[in-house]
């Protein structure tokens, strides 16, 4: 029998840094987790997830409700307000920063947010196997990492294969919105999404109008401060054969 791997094949989009989490941050895991925090069972890495783990939406939501789901939420500010304002709906941030999670909770439960749930695992992995199929309305990726340096830019999300990931996740017609401030990037994730048979394009012209439903976070101000272009694309998922 072939032994049990240790690391991860392909590379993945983040690295994580340790850091003495606050008073406040430990107590967001300590006190917010069981409602906010979901329990993957995990395969290789801490941020990985088991093969069998699946997620059964109904359960963790106490209901049917459309799903969207963000990659990268950071510290959480465009997904609580978009859970705040679409108390119908239902979401799901994938974030591996523990601080970025922590103020999530903190600040989800001082809103009242009930309708949000996280998740700390590797993204595809979440989308790949742990989402029900065809569960997911809409996947948001707005100001991933750009891995900017040449060597490093096989860690970006959005590359080859990332598509079949996102389409399997997605219901049909389901949306997968992305922004970022880096133009070769941009230009990568429209490469990619353009080349999947499961995909469509969902905007006309060069590039999609700035998404109306995403707040403005650090991260855009950030680029536009540094007089970096933001470029939106957003792509529908194929009906099902």
Do not use: C
Request: glycine fraction near 8%; charged fraction near 35%; charge should be negative.
């Amino acid at each position: 029998m072939p032994e049990t791997p240790v690391f991860r094949e392909e590379p993945v989009s983040f690295v994580r840094r340790s850091g003495r989490m606050s008073d406040a941050q430990d107590r967001a895991f300590d006190e917010l987790a069981p409602q906010y925090l979901l329990d993957v069972p995990r395969g290789i890495a801490s941020t990985s997830v088991h093969a069998d783990a699946r997620m059964d939406p109904v359960a963790e939501y106490g209901r049917r409700a459309r799903l969207f789901v963000e990659i990268g939420s950071g510290q959480g500010h465009a997904i609580i307000s978009a859970a705040a304002s679409r108390p119908d709906d239902d979401f799901l941030a994938i974030e591996v920063f523990r601080a970025g999670l922590a103020r999530t909770m903190l600040d989800a439960d001082k809103a009242g947010v009930r309708n949000l749930r996280l998740v700390e695992a590797n993204a595809p992995e979440i989308l790949a196997s742990y989402l029900p199929e065809g569960s997911a309305s809409e996947v948001w990726i707005f100001f991933p990492d750009p891995w900017h340096k040449k060597r490093h830019t096989k860690r970006r999300l959005v590359r080859a294969g990332f598509g079949d990931a996102a389409a399997r996740a997605l219901e049909d017609g389901g949306l997968i919105r992305l922004a970022t401030d880096w133009e070769d990037y941009a230009l990568q994730m429209r490469e990619v999404l353009d080349a999947e048979p499961e995909f469509e394009r969902a905007f006309e012209g060069e590039w999609a109008e700035r998404f109306d439903g995403r707040v403005m976070t650090a991260f855009e101000r950030k680029g536009i401060a540094k007089g970096r272009d933001i470029r939106d694309l957003v792509y529908r998922r194929k009906t099902r054969a």
